[in-house]
């Protein structure tokens, strides 16, 4: 199985941050973090995901620079993506894809480039987490959140012990109770694992076969879903199945019963990153948006709302040791090691999204 390099940078830097993380220090100071050069009673328009971001911070926002924030969110990158294209990026001026989009978007030409001198809280970020191969110098997109995709289980109906490979998905026990994510990769990537083959294999002959055992897989699926999975979960609709450990950490916090497995065969890693699209509007506001989230503080409160990975150094340093500490929220090395980051596959994902069609119509 392909082991992400990547992700034991990540692995290593996390668990040297997060030893550090016993109690909370100071924020450093960042040059003009929330000074931003922009004209009051202006707007931004940020398209984000569904519940990944602490609402307060947009007040804040609001009331520190008098740029109004319009807020939308979107549940797939390709409802992103197809928005974009419909408004040719218009319609938004800050949007949060995913590791492979950032790639696919900038070289369709569909990102404005990040003006880093209009962003110096860049300089809170990971090094470990920059300077990726979907975009080169961080040219055009700025890390957010990280995160994996595992197996959640509901422990009052399924016994956790019991679970440990995506493969136990298609246990016949489990009919009628398995809940999937409504997004192509992360579906596939999950099946090809299961395979023994790389989530971002481009060779037509592993993604046949994943689509064949997505279709064994049917019978026992209760759902797709990828605006709230974790709901499924919590209303009783699906008892195991994926879900992002962010979504996962939400649950918990609802239902404690709610454990999240990581699979032997290795978890799906991605990135989601800030980005401006190529004909936004308000490109000073956008820049001023994201330099006010690359704050320490904030990213802290961001990281502590929604259960997902800051890649913001200076944040780790604040994060509760609670949640620091959690392995859903924050997988240790041993969880990264075996993980593999999502890619641009490039042409391939015709194919993919051909026979995501055909399970869907199924």
């Not at 931004?44 to 602490?54: A, K, L, M, P, R």
């Not at 369709?108 to 191969?133: H, M, R, V, Y």
């Not at 009919?175 to 023994?196: C, N, P, Y």
């Not at 502590?304 to 944040?315: M, S």
Request: net charge negative; with cysteine.
């Amino acid at each position: 199985m392909k082991k992400s390099s990547y992700a034991i940078g990540i692995a290593l830097c996390t668990a040297m941050l997060i030893s550090a993380c016993g109690k909370k220090d100071e924020a450093p100071a960042a040059a003009a973090a929330d000074k931003p050069a922009v004209v009051a009673g202006q707007e931004v328009y940020f398209c984000n995901w569904s519940e990944y971001i602490d609402p307060t911070v947009l007040d804040e926002f609001t009331r520190k620079t008098g740029i109004k924030v319009v807020y939308s969110t979107y549940d797939s990158n390709e409802a992103l993506y197809a928005k974009m294209k419909l408004t040719e990026g218009g319609g938004c001026d800050v949007v949060v894809p995913s590791t492979y989009f950032i790639s696919k978007m900038r070289t369709e030409n569909l990102l404005s480039p990040i003006d880093k001198a209009k962003t110096p809280n860049f300089s809170n970020l990971d090094p470990a987490l920059l300077n990726q191969g979907y975009d080169p110098g961080n040219g055009f997109s700025v890390p957010y959140f990280w995160g994996l995709s595992a197996i959640a289980v509901n422990s009052e109906k399924i016994d956790p012990k019991k679970i440990t490979a995506w493969a136990d998905l298609w246990r016949p026990e489990f009919k009628g109770q398995v809940l999937l994510l409504d997004d192509v990769r992360e579906t596939f990537a999950m099946a090809l694992r299961s395979l023994g083959f790389s989530g971002n294999t481009t060779n037509p002959a592993e993604i046949e076969k994943a689509y064949k055992k997505l279709v064994a897989l049917l019978p026992n699926v209760r759902k797709f879903d990828s605006e709230s999975p974790k709901d499924a979960y919590l209303q009783g609709d699906a008892n195991i199945g994926m879900l992002w450990n962010g979504e996962a950490y939400l649950a918990q916090q609802e239902n404690p019963k709610i454990v999240l497995v990581y699979p032997k065969e290795g978890a799906v890693m991605w990135i989601d990153s800030l980005a401006i699209p190529k004909n936004a509007k308000r490109v000073d506001n956008a820049h001023a948006l994201i330099n006010f989230l690359l704050t320490p503080e904030i990213a802290r409160r961001n990281s502590e709302e929604v259960g997902y990975g800051t890649p913001n150094i200076a944040a780790l340093k604040l994060i509760d040791p609670a949640v620091a500490t959690n392995p859903v929220a924050y997988p240790g090395a041993d969880v990264l090691k075996n993980a593999e980051l999502q890619i641009d596959i490039g042409d391939a994902i015709t194919v993919y999204d051909g026979y995501w069609q055909k399970l869907k119509g199924e």
